[in-house]
C-alpha cells in the first residue's frame, strides 16, 4: 500500500467510512421492507393512494357501512329511487300485472300489442320497459286477490309446439282462481283475453 494512503488510514477512519455505508445501505432496505406495521393507523388519505388502484380484491363489500350522505336523501330523493309499479297495474308474484284484461287475441297477436304498448322515452333517455304476456305464476298470483279470469281463460307468456307440419304454437292459459290451465292452439280459432306484465321500475 502507498506510504501517503497507510498513513491517513486510521481506525477512526476506517469505522466512519463503514457506518457511512451501513447507513446508506440500511436506508435503502428500510424503504424496501415498510409494511402495514410501520404505517401508524389513520395516517395515510385518499391522497395517499394511487387513484383506481383499489378493486373489488381488495375491499370487502361486508365490512362496508352505510353512505352518509345516501341516509340524509329527503323523502321524495328516496321515493323516486325505490322501484313501484306503473298505473293500472297490480303487483304478483314479483311482476306487474294489468288490473284489466284485453279483448281476446291470439297468441301471436297479444305478444305483439304487450311489446308495443309502451315506448315513450323515460328520463336518462331508456326506452320505458316493454310489456310482455304474463307468467302463470303472475297470473296465479293476481287471481288470489278479488279478480277472476275472463271467460275461457287468459294467455300467458308459456308456450309449446302445436305438433303440426307448420311449426305453429300451443299457448298455455289460466282458466281458473286456483290456477287450473288449458293450451289454446294459436291457429287464429282459438283466441283468449289477456293481459300485459312489466317489470317493477322507477
Known sequence: MPPRISSKLTYANVT???????????????????????VRNGSLTGKDIKRNSI?????????????????NLGVDARRGLQVACPGGTLPAAGGCVEAR????????????????FDATPRVGGDLAHE?????HAELRALFTRDIAPAPGGELTGHIYPAGDANGNVT?????SKT??????????NNPRAFRCAVDPYN
Open 131 to 135: 310489456r310482455r304476456l304474463p307468467t
Open 179 to 188: 290456477g287450473r290451465v288449458a293450451l289454446a292452439p294459436d291457429d287464429g
Open 101 to 116: 284484461p284485453r279483448p281476446a287475441a291470439g297468441y301471436d297477436s297479444a305478444v305483439l300489442a304487450c311489446s308495443g
Open 16 to 38: 466512519a467510512t463503514l457506518a457511512l455505508f451501513v447507513a446508506l445501505g440500511g436506508s435503502s432496505w428500510a424503504a424496501i421492507t415498510i409494511t402495514g406495521k410501520n
Open 55 to 71: 378493486g373489488a380484491r381488495q375491499v370487502n363489500e361486508t365490512r362496508l357501512g352505510p353512505v352518509r350522505k345516501a341516509l
Open 171 to 175: 299457448a298455455l292459459t289460466v282458466v
